[in-house]
């Protein structure tokens, strides 16, 4: 799997969009871009995943460059409840994702 | 409620002890996984079961053992664990074995190994 590169931490106030960084410059052509996010004492939840194109959901936009190398998770509207670890992943054909160290996400009021 | 349960939320056994982990799923998937996750490390993934049938084993002790009777239900069988083993266990599933299938995570175990 290729490897993905993101700031250990970000603050954001709350209300504002958050956008959360993750550079994946090895990625290949068959390997999605995946954003999971772990609240204190919980399990991974699944947030939003793309290929190429830009992704939106209820939750979260995904925007992805043009060379697939970097990505940026978007909060429109960060919340005290959206503190979290933000983990972006690269996933190959055998969906055996590898978390690295993610972004502590910190909302402050 | 993520679809995923896992029992027991807490564990403490002591290193001769035999207990089980489970894990059940009510959203149809077909494949069933488990990671663990120690302080301050990320999370590492111990099996992968698709369609009932182990396709990953990723160097996991034997003194883990993991049992996926159907696609519903997953099973993770510790015995003579070490102190070291002390971590959150998390099971996940999706939908299929594959890069456009994300995973649905239960709570976890905590356990705890005296």
């Known amino acids: 799997d290729a490897k993905t590169t993101q700031p250990p931490s970000m603050d954001c106030a709350e209300g504002r969009a958050a956008n959360l960084p993750c550079n994946h410059s090895t990625i290949s052509g068959n390997e999605y871009v995946y954003w999971y996010r772990q609240i204190h004492s919980q399990g991974p939840q699944y947030i939003i995943h793309g290929l190429k194109n830009n992704e939106t959901n209820e939750m979260a936009s995904l925007i992805i460059t043009e060379d697939r190398k970097s990505s940026t998770l978007i909060l429109p509207h960060a919340t005290l409840r959206d503190t979290a670890v933000y983990y972006c992943?690269?996933?190959?054909?055998?969906?055996?994702?590898?978390f690295g160290g993610g972004t502590r996400l910190m909302v402050k009021p | 409620e993520t679809g995923v349960t896992q029992t027991p939320r807490h564990l403490v056994m002591g290193m001769t002890n035999k207990k089980s982990l489970k894990c059940e799923q009510h959203?149809?998937?077909?494949?069933m996984y488990w990671y663990k996750q120690s302080a301050k490390k990320p999370l590492e993934l111990m099996f992968v079961?698709?369609?009932?049938?182990?396709?990953e084993n990723n160097s996991v002790p034997s003194r883990f053992s993991p049992e996926c009777p159907n696609s519903s239900h997953l099973f993770l069988h510790l015995h003579t664990l070490q102190p070291e083993d002390s971590a959150l266990y998390l099971c996940?599933?999706?939908?299929?074995?594959?890069?456009?299938?994300?995973?649905?995570f239960g709570n976890g175990t905590r356990l705890t190994v005296t």
């Open positions: 079961y698709n369609f009932k049938e182990q396709t």
């Open positions: 959203l149809g998937h077909n494949a």
């Open positions: 992943i690269v996933n190959n054909a055998g969906n055996m994702l590898t």
């Open positions: 996940a599933s999706s939908h299929r074995q594959g890069p456009n299938s994300p995973l649905h």
